[in-house]
């Protein structure tokens, strides 16, 4: 039995993961711009005389907003990329490869989110204590059910015909309009924001971030259920042709 094709998802990561590390601006951008803007919240809270909080509590929102970023601009955002290039018209045009491509891209942006989450890790839980391994552990479990969260929507949003640009500047609206309307149902009585925050997969990653795993299995089955449905949708309807190629 010839088991290479089984190894040609992994091998494709690879590739993709080498390509990614080869772009250290990506990192700064997705990571480190997150870790000066914690950093000065807390500054001007405890300036301010607020009492420190827990490392979880001060941090899930940020964890939530890196895994949607990994989602949209690292899965997604690669997946238009590689369309518009020509890339997937090249090479992707069977069955089998594009199963190959979807699980190598799948694949190689887990590792990815894990590099993120570790990052910031690192360079943020100081301020609160010594880092623990365990507590790592569940953070990178938690943080990982968000970037699947977020790898549904994401990858769906590929679907759409639009070019390269477009999808760069929809990716942003979303992105800091998700975090912006999470945030504000904290902090508003209005009911409408309430609402929306209910259907808000930013705050969905906040809480799973906050109170972990088990204590959203509900979510977690949903989330589960949700990319499983979402990557048959993707390698059914995965657009090849670029969309400039149409005008």
Known sequence: MNIYPLFKPFLLAKLFIKEQLKEPVALLWVVISPVVTFYLITYVGYSGGESLRDYASATSWFYA???????LFGLAFYIVGRRESGFLRSFVYTKRTKITFLAG????????????????????????????????????????????LFSTPS?????????FQNTNTLFSILS?????????????????????????????????????????AMLVASILGMIIVTGWFVFRFLLINPVWSRY
């Open 65 to 71: 907003f890196i895994s949607s970023s990994v989602a």
């Open 105 to 148: 891209q799948v694949l190689a942006y887990s590792f990815m989110s894990v590099i993120y989450c570790s990052v910031f890790y690192v360079l943020t839980r100081g301020y609160f204590g010594l880092m623990v391994l365990e507590e790592w552990l569940v953070i990178v479990g938690r943080f990982y059910m968000c970037f699947l």
């Open 155 to 163: 990858l769906l949003l590929t679907l759409v015909p639009i070019g």
């Open 176 to 216: 800091v309009s998700m975090l912006a309307l999470g945030i504000g149902s904290l902090s508003t009585s209005y009911s409408l924001f309430n609402v929306i925050g209910l259907f808000n997969p930013m705050g969905w990653a906040n809480r799973l971030m906050l109170v972990g795993v088990t204590g959203s």
